[in-house]
T-cell receptor
């Protein structure tokens, strides 16, 4: 299983763009990069997934360089409600493989 | 929006008792999971279930634990002879099958907070 490394915590202010970078040096060819968000006392929630280059949805963007050894989750114009833990996962999506969560990045958005 | 539902939201049990945590996955999903999260720690995988059998399980999922899909909708986690260290949030999740093998989105329930006293 590819191990991921991401900052333990980050602080930001409302309205700023937040970029959380994750390292996954031993990612395999068929692995996808997935990000989840977790609020206190709630289950994780899927944000975005990607394989390479850039993916954007209504919530975030995911940037993946050509070597795929890292990825960056970008949250545009964060608000207080974006305060949460963000997990970067490397997943082999086929056959319903389990998700392995690391420690995540605790994002604190301040007013 | 479809969602995974878990009951109860909070369960308090005495050490040594058996508990059953219940989950209703999203109806057309075929992969089911149980995870747990001890307070302040990371989300840990327990077991995955597909086609009415366990497909993967972690070291945590020992003989104390069992899972069952007793009917077409429920998915249960049974913990026998609970210990103090079993106190945690237990999350159920489900995933859709993806023939192209590209889907990594799992839907998690709100969790059951288990407190063993």
């Amino acid at each position: 299983l590819a191990k991921t490394t991401q900052p333990i915590s980050m602080d930001s202010y409302e309205g700023q763009e937040v970029n959380i970078t994750c390292s996954h040096n031993n990612i395999a060819t068929n692995d996808y990069i997935t990000w989840y968000q977790q609020f206190p006392s709630q289950g994780p929630r899927f944000i975005i997934q990607g394989y390479k280059t850039k993916v954007t949805n209504e919530v975030a963007s995911l940037f993946i360089p050509a070597d795929r050894k890292s990825s960056t989750l970008s949250l545009p114009r964060v608000s207080l409600s974006d305060t949460a833990v963000y997990y970067c996962l490397v997943v082999l999506p086929m056959a319903g493989n389990m998700l392995t969560f690391g420690g995540g990045t605790r994002l604190m958005v301040k007013p | 929006e479809p969602e995974v539902t878990q009951t109860p939201s909070h369960q308090v049990t005495q050490m040594g008792q058996e508990v059953i945590l219940r989950c209703v996955p999203i109806s057309n999903h075929l992969y089911f999971y149980w995870y747990r999260q001890i307070l302040g720690q990371k989300v840990e995988f327990l077991v995955s279930f597909y086609n009415n059998e366990i497909s993967e399980k972690s070291e945590i999922f020992d003989d104390q634990f069992s899972v069952e899909r007793p009917d077409g909708s429920n998915f249960t986690l049974k913990i026998r002879s609970t210990k103090l260290e079993d106190s945690a949030m237990y999350f159920c999740a489900s995933r859709d099958i993806d023939i192209r093998g590209m889907n990594t989105e799992a839907f998690f329930g709100q969790g059951t907070r288990l407190t063993v006293v």
